[in-house]
């Protein structure tokens, strides 16, 4: 390609990535797979490497995560919300392995966990009360929906123990189980309403609803997973 041609493919795909970003974590409406979006923000951020100096200040390649909705304050992080690199193919994970050996030898172990297909969430709480429950945002920032996640009910409003900081940070993934989103589809069919796509869809849409009775008929999970002070 040209310098002409790169320019303009970086440009579209700029301009697309951000559309679906602001899809699906603003609107909680994909309109592409997640493989696809990777695979195209993967593609940006090579030619970025290979021609920084066309290099949009608002590539989706900076971000984290989504915009922040205006409907809700927004809310600094104490400490950044950052997210995890993928891949779909063994040879990053190979050289990726190889990275790691050369930095600090063999003498380490991998360990693999399941993760929840959700929305991350953080929780400060002051005084043993949940004080604050905002949304990952941007990474930097996002929306304070304390009043949407004091509806879910494996989430404590107090916390009991002894020695407890004064202020800390919990930080966690707020999902939908697929049994009961099963049921709730299996309803919706049934009453000839249209059916939700998926429980990721589901749970961020719900956590960003406006109306907290709302919130509380419906049936979300929380699991927490970090811990900071």
């Not at 790169?6 to 309109?31: C, F, G, I, S």
């Not at 990952?136 to 949407?148: H, I, Y």
Request: aromatic share 10%; net charge negative; hydrophobic share 35%.
């Amino acid at each position: 390609m040209s310098l002409f041609d790169v320019k303009n493919k970086m440009d579209a795909l700029v301009e697309e990535l951000n559309q679906h970003t602001y899809n699906y974590y603003v609107l909680a409406m994909p309109t592409i797979a997640d493989y696809e979006f990777d695979k195209k923000l993967e593609e940006l951020n090579k030619l970025e490497l290979e021609h920084p100096e066309y290099a949009d200040p608002n590539s989706p390649t900076l971000k984290v995560g989504g915009d922040i909705t205006k409907n809700f304050v927004t809310v600094n992080h104490r400490w950044p919300m950052l997210s995890l690199g993928n891949t779909y193919n063994e040879q990053d994970l190979r050289d990726f392995d190889e990275r790691i050996r050369k930095a600090i030898g063999d003498n380490f172990e991998y360990v693999c966990e399941l993760k929840f297909d959700g929305l991350s969430i953080s929780l400060t709480y002051e005084n043993n009360k949940l004080f604050k429950a905002v949304t990952r945002g941007d990474g930097t920032k996002g929306d304070d929906v304390t009043t949407n996640i004091k509806t879910i009910n494996n989430i404590p409003h107090h916390l009991k123990g002894e020695n407890l900081p004064p202020l800390f940070e919990i930080r966690g993934e707020i999902f939908m189980h697929k049994a009961a989103f099963e049921r709730l589809n299996k309803e919706r069919e049934e009453l000839g309403e249209i059916q939700y796509a998926n429980p990721r869809n589901f749970a961020a849409g719900t956590v960003k609803m406006q109306d907290s009775k709302e919130v509380a008929k419906r049936p979300l999970d929380c699991f927490l997973y970090s811990l900071n002070t």
